[in-house]
């Protein structure tokens, strides 16, 4: 059974920090893509971040050079550091991963309200 467990979501001022987590269960993860999705209020879900397994990065533009995503395979968890935050981060966040694309398996997402 594969589980993507998300935490460290809540109520952040805009210019403050969060860090989410996400642990996985059920996969190989050392050898798995993990990713990080956003969907806000009246949006479609957007890959924000993502990291492979030999750790390369990708980042949205909205969120590069404020957000960072890392892994620990020892931990079988992904982060998500989430710095300068601005209202429009507000969402809900989503732990997924993949071997091949499309992203395969999802967590249940956390919230992230950012207060102006």
């Known amino acids: 059974q594969v589980q993507l467990v998300e935490s460290g979501g809540g109520l952040v001022q805009a210019g403050g920090s969060l860090r989410l987590s996400c642990a996985a269960s059920g996969i190989i993860f050392s050898i798995y893509t993990m990713g990080w999705y956003r969907q806000a209020p009246g949006k479609q879900r957007e890959l924000v971040a993502s990291i492979t397994s030999s750790g390369s990065t990708n980042y949205a533009d909205s969120v590069k050079d404020r957000f960072t995503i890392s892994r620990d395979n020892a931990k079988n968890t992904v982060y998500l550091q989430m710095n300068f935050l601005k209202a429009d981060d507000t969402a809900v966040y989503y732990c997924?991963?993949?071997?091949?694309?499309?992203?395969?398996?999802w967590g249940q997402g956390t919230q992230v309200t950012v207060a102006s």
């Open positions: 997924a991963t993949r071997l091949h694309i499309p992203y395969d398996y």
